[in-house]
């Protein structure tokens, strides 16, 4: 599999930008161009990527096309189809986003999320998004959320087959479908079967953490990887059985030393489990 985080150096220059990637041990790195992008921009990086032989894992197209404000929904459907054209164009594995809210948090909870004619909008708006885009080398993705489509591996499998489009695929992120105790403390199952249900729609994953406090009612807070009970060592052994350039992307930390303490982390427990890293 491979590995990856943001970078914190400069990244304006192709060369310097997958010389920073590789500097941080990285074999995939998130997308550094915008979708306005010059052909020749996205000629160069491309070149760049290869030669440094990484992976240009995914194109984050966060928005909420459901949104019930028209005008939200229809500036978020224009903003994913530009940023799955821009992943198209430049080799990503997938361009992603979540399905968003019908609330007026484009990431909350919201009554209405779950329910058949949400699930329903969700199909709709992403057959739209991949209809106008027609892309050929990358695909469109749903990252996993703890109160939104797709909040299970069987909702992201109900998804896949409503949705129909060849180019539809999985982003997964396992600490968003943590979202209660049991899943908590069984999550190496989960893991598990996310992979056995996913596994080959799979095109990139994000690495984080959470940890199960004390408090009433119930608190789960995302952090650090080796700061919260996620099962890594099941999360890694089931990835190291994909396709070898699926990426495991780094995020949500807040400085570049934070960064370093989750790869190194991540890293041990790979070397404990005999996998390795493109």
Known sequence: MRFGGPVFADA?????????????????AYCPLAPDAS???????????????????????????????????????????????????????????????????????????????????VV???????????????????????????????????????????QFAVHLDP???INSPPRFLANAELIRECFAKLGPHIRSCHAKDIALSGRLTVHLDEVRPGRGGLDYAAYLEELDRLDPDTPLMLEHLPNEGEYVLAALHIRTVAETKGVKFL
């Open 39 to 121: 052909d020749e921009a996205v000629r160069a990086f491309a070149n760049a990527a290869k030669k440094a032989n990484v992976v240009i894992a995914e194109v984050g197209a966060w928005s909420n096309p459901i949104s019930p404000n028209e005008a939200v929904r229809r500036d978020a459907l224009a903003r994913c189809q530009a940023h799955l054209a821009l992943a198209d164009r430049v080799g990503a594995r997938c361009c992603v986003n979540i399905a968003g809210s019908r609330g007026p948090q484009w990431d909350g909870p919201h009554p209405d999320n779950l329910t058949d004619a949400t699930f329903g909008l």
């Open 175 to 177: 600490v968003n479908l």
């Open 124 to 166: 709709e708006t992403v057959r739209a998004i991949i209809d106008a885009v027609k892309p050929w080398r990358t695909f469109y993705t749903l990252e996993t959320m703890p109160w939104s489509f797709p909040e299970s591996p069987d909702s992201y499998l109900r998804l896949i087959q409503a949705i129909d489009r060849r």
């Open 12 to 28: 304006s220059d192709p060369e310097r930008w997958s010389a920073a990637v590789r500097q941080q041990g990285y074999g995939a």
